[in-house]
Structure formats: C-alpha cells, structure tokens
C-alpha cells in the first residue's frame, strides 16, 4: 500500500473511532458539523477522501489536531 493511501485509510478509520468512543452514530456527527450524514458514511467506507477543511472541522469537534488523524488506530488502541 502507497504511504499516500495508508494515510487515507488512517484518517478514515480514525474518524470512525473517535466517533464510536464518543458513542455517537453518523448522523449524530453530521448533524453537529453541519454536514450531510451521508458524506460522514463516504468518508468513513472510502468512497470519497476528506478534504482539509473538513478533517480540522471534524478535529475540532473531537478535541483533537488534524495530525492525530494520520496515525494507525491500533495505535490508539
């Protein structure tokens, strides 16, 4: 896997953890993004990357930095 890819699948798979320990569904995160429950569901199978602007927004709302996005989620494990 390209390093550009397993950074994709980072951050959609930290997405997802964050929003699972937050105990929260998709809907419940786009709902307090502002965002359409089905770009979380895009974002989290793969389907479609997230842009910048986004991961911060989402970041931000985790209490996290964009960077805590990049690294593997067994790590936080």
Do not use: C, P, W
């Amino acid at each position: 896997m390209k390093a550009s890819e397993q950074i994709r699948k980072n951050i959609r798979e930290n997405i997802k953890f964050y929003r699972e320990s937050k105990g929260i569904i998709q809907k419940e995160l786009a709902t307090a993004l502002y965002m359409d429950e089905s770009l979380i569901s895009k974002i989290e199978i793969g389907t479609r990357d997230v842009f910048a602007y986004e991961l911060k927004i989402i970041a931000d709302y985790f209490g996290r930095t964009t960077e805590d996005f990049y690294s593997e989620v067994s790590n936080r494990k």
